[in-house]
């Protein structure tokens, strides 16, 4: 059973109350004092109402722990901080939040308003943003919305550097990130090259023997038989209390694909005619039955405590690729995933000395992608398939 997630709690609401209710009284005796002499200033407007809302700023050890937190401090930025109280923005309350969820009315077509009219004016094109470990994915994806919304290129992360009682901040910084839909297709990421699928497979084997280094690991074995073109789609999912790592061949056409499932099943059809005329013995059969289609992805799993230990399996895992040389990667969480999850499975995927992330963040509330109908049919006729040839491996079984 995994220990209980260490997220300190916010101040305590009746400290809050006494020190929001002396403020109010400090506020008013100035006033009188202010009236008393003559005087003619008036407080600054807007102030009382960001006084009021009494969104406290993150203390380091309620930020994520992250392996990768030495990149440098951001410049020429706006910050934000989300916590479940609500947003800041350059230390200045700007909005509550409900548990740390944005609230229907102060959203747009999935956009902040009010956050939005904040960063556009001074405009500037790097988000430093604090946030709070159990903010969930949701509010962290439409900020990330809203910033680009506002024209914003960059956002730098600001986390706990890793370390037993780390107190200790840091930044990990992801530039040009972009938003993505939730698709089982390839996502354009721009700024990097993206890499291929042969990669992948050349670099499977030492993959997955780093994985198996995981006290947690679930680790996707190196198969015999993987298709060969495309590109690579690399996927850090956080989910519940796990964190995935996960590699898909994608930037394949239908026309294609249909090709490949054309020529495997002429060549199944070839092994069972074969089998039938006793060119083919039982064994060589089932070999080929027990090697299924060739493989166009591998998933990697692991507890999610195997992100935030030092050094982590997850960076162990995906260094024989993405190590050296950039990888673009898609983000993807649910709804209620806790930041905490995602923050440091980036960091662990991308550790300092690592090539830095660029990434594509998918939008949790766009529809679920579907399997087309060409992939429908692909499965449907592949499983059909393999039922002849295992039907014909039975009953050449009774005949001997």
């Known amino acids: ?13 009746s400290i809050r109350s006494r020190s929001a209710a002396a403020s109010r009284w ?4 100035a006033s009188v004092a202010l009236a008393a002499c003559g005087g003619e200033e008036k407080a600054e407007e807007g102030g009382g109402e960001a006084a009021g809302l009494d969104i406290p700023a993150l203390g380091v050890l309620e930020l994520p722990v992250s392996a990768r937190a030495s990149d440098g401090a951001p410049s020429g930025h706006r910050s934000v901080d989300l916590s479940p109280a609500g947003i800041r923005v350059d230390d200045a309350g700007l909005m509550p939040l409900e548990s740390g969820k944005v609230p229907a009315a102060e959203r747009q077509d999935n956009v902040i308003g009010k956050l939005k009219s904040a960063l556009a004016s001074p405009s500037k094109s790097v988000l430093a943003l604090a946030v709070h470990a159990s903010i969930p994915y949701e509010t962290l994806a439409l900020t990330l919305e809203t910033a680009k919304a506002a024209g914003m290129r960059d956002v730098a992360f600001k986390v706990r550097k890793p370390g037993g009682g780390s107190t200790e901040a840091g930044w990990l910084t992801v530039k040009n990130f972009s938003m993505t839909p939730r698709t089982f297709g390839e996502v354009k990421i721009s700024g990097v090259q993206p890499r291929t699928w042969d990669e992948f497979a050349t670099a499977w084997d030492p993959i997955y023997q780093a994985c198996r280094g995981a006290q947690t690991g679930s680790c996707a074995y190196v198969q015999s038989n993987v298709a060969k073109g495309g590109n690579l789609k690399i996927v850090l999912q956080a989910a519940g209390q796990g964190v995935n790592v996960n ?5 394949i056409q239908n ?3 249909s090709d490949e499932e054309k020529k495997r099943k002429a060549e199944l059809a070839a092994k069972k005619e074969a089998f039938l ?3 083919l013995s039982q064994t060589d059969l089932e070999k080929e039955l ?8 591998a998933l990697f799993q692991f507890r999610a405590r195997e992100a935030l230990a030092t050094p982590s399996p997850v960076s162990d895992t995906i260094a024989p690729l993405c190590g050296k040389k950039a990888c673009g990667a898609v983000v993807s969480a649910e709804l209620p995933t806790m930041s905490v999850r995602v923050v440091s499975l980036i960091g662990a995927a991308f550790p300092d000395g690592a090539a830095p992330p660029v990434l594509a963040f ?5 529809e679920k992608p579907k399997l087309s109908k060409e992939e429908i049919a692909a499965q449907a006729a592949e499983s059909k398939t393999e039922a002849a040839l295992q039907q014909a491996a039975a009953a050449a079984a009774e005949g001997e």
Request: net charge negative; proline share 20%.
């Open 1 to 13: 059973m995994l220990p209980p997630m260490l997220t300190p709690s916010p101040l305590n609401p």
């Open 247 to 251: 590699f898909f061949r994608v930037g």
């Open 290 to 297: 027990l090697e299924g289609p060739p493989a166009t992805e």
């Open 255 to 257: 026309e294609e694909l």
């Open 362 to 366: 998918e939008q949790p509330w766009s």
């Open 26 to 29: 400090l506020a008013v005796a």
């Open 277 to 279: 005329q006793g060119r």
